[in-house]
């Protein structure tokens, strides 16, 4: 199982968010944390300004920033639709 941490990013963010799509975030948070590269999570590294970096999707328009701190551990930065890949 993976070890997830949160950025205060992150919770700041996931407020904004309609409630629906928050109850939606942890419930992938947990799919994520029982089988990392699942195929409905569309796991993808990020280039440019996230070089090392990877996302994956809570749906169609929201995306979580996370990166991988020890092989077992993660750290989520961000969530929110595509904008958020702009910096």
């Known amino acids: 199982m993976i070890l997830v941490g949160y950025s ?13 799509i928050q109850e939606k975030t ?6 994520f944390r029982e089988r990392k590269n699942h195929r409905q999570l ?8 996230y070089a090392g970096c990877l996302s994956f999707s809570i749906d169609f328009r929201y995306r979580i920033i996370f990166e991988w701190i020890t092989r077992n551990e993660v750290r989520l930065y961000t969530i929110g639709g595509h904008a958020i890949y702009r910096r």
Request: charged share 35%; aromatic share 12%.
């Open 8 to 20: 205060p990013e992150f919770f700041r963010c996931l407020k904004k968010l309609p409630l629906d």
């Open 42 to 49: 569309e796991v993808h590294k990020l280039h440019g300004v």
């Open 26 to 31: 942890f419930k992938r948070i947990e799919l």
